[in-house]
């Protein structure tokens, strides 16, 4: 069993910088590919990064290639996604997840925290 618990979501205005953090309970952390999603009001949650157990494999949504990176230290069971370059369309709840496999599909995924809000204005 993995908790997820993310922080550092807020209120910036565009152009700014975010740093998200997600600190997992458990120890096998380790074993896991981390990967951040987002949803924005009515519409469907989908994948904003992810990268495996050693850190040797990141992936991204081409909506954040560039602004975006994903990184992790495992000696703190922490996974962060490092936002530079906000837009306004960044505006979602943002969500990480634990599980098995990497990637962009949200079946890879066991675990979930409960999001954390973040808003862009122009």
């Known amino acids: 069993q993995v908790q997820l618990v993310e922080s550092g979501g807020g209120l910036v205005q565009a152009g700014a910088s975010l740093r998200l953090s997600c600190a997992a309970s458990?120890?096998?952390?380790?074993?896991?590919?981390m990967g951040w999603f987002r949803q924005a009001p009515g519409k469907e949650r989908e994948f904003v990064a992810s990268?495996?157990?050693?850190?040797?494999?990141?992936y991204y949504a081409d909506s954040v290639k560039g602004r975006f990176t994903i990184s992790r230290d495992n000696a703190k069971n922490t996974v962060y996604l490092q936002m530079n370059s906000l837009k306004p369309e960044d505006t979602a709840v943002y969500y990480c997840?634990?599980?098995?496999?990497?990637?962009?599909?949200?079946?890879?995924?066991?675990?979930w925290g409960q999001g954390t809000q973040v808003t862009v204005s122009s």
């Open positions: 990268i495996n157990w050693s850190s040797i494999f990141t």
């Open positions: 997840a634990a599980g098995r496999r990497t990637g962009s599909t949200m079946e890879n995924y066991n675990y």
């Open positions: 458990g120890r096998t952390f380790s074993s896991y590919a």
